[in-house]
């Protein structure tokens, strides 16, 4: 099991190596793509084996308290919404003007390839 101090050492040189390719060609798309790919690689086995700690640290019935609280917590939350008043924030507003009146263009992607025309 490798250390966290391990793993960001790790991501330093690979962020160094990342820089000196940028510096080699000149473009940012091709030095990206290449991070990308070599954190999957190397990242991938690492995260795993720490995932795995973590689920078989927290044993089935701690899952399940947890579930419960969090849906305990969900119905409160619920509960307390549909108790306040009507008056919102701008944020809220804005959230809401986005979900209930998508764009033409949204409308149709979502008709997708003359489905809607016959």
């Known amino acids: 099991m490798t250390s966290p101090e391990a793993v960001g050492g790790s991501i330093r040189h690979m962020a160094k190596e990342e820089m000196e ?27 795993m084996k720490t995932m795995m700690v973590v689920t078989t640290t927290t044993t089935a019935t701690k899952m399940m308290m947890t579930m419960g609280a969090q849906m305990i917590l969900i119905i409160l939350v619920m509960i307390h919404d549909s108790g306040t008043p009507a008056v919102r924030t701008e944020e809220e507003t804005k959230i809401e003007t986005k979900i209930e009146h998508p764009k033409p263009q949204d409308i149709t992607a979502a008709g997708g390839s003359g489905s809607s025309r016959q």
């Open 21 to 47: 390719e940028r510096k080699e060609n000149g473009g940012k798309r091709e030095a990206r793509t290449r991070r990308m790919k070599r954190i999957s690689k190397k990242r991938a086995i690492v995260l």
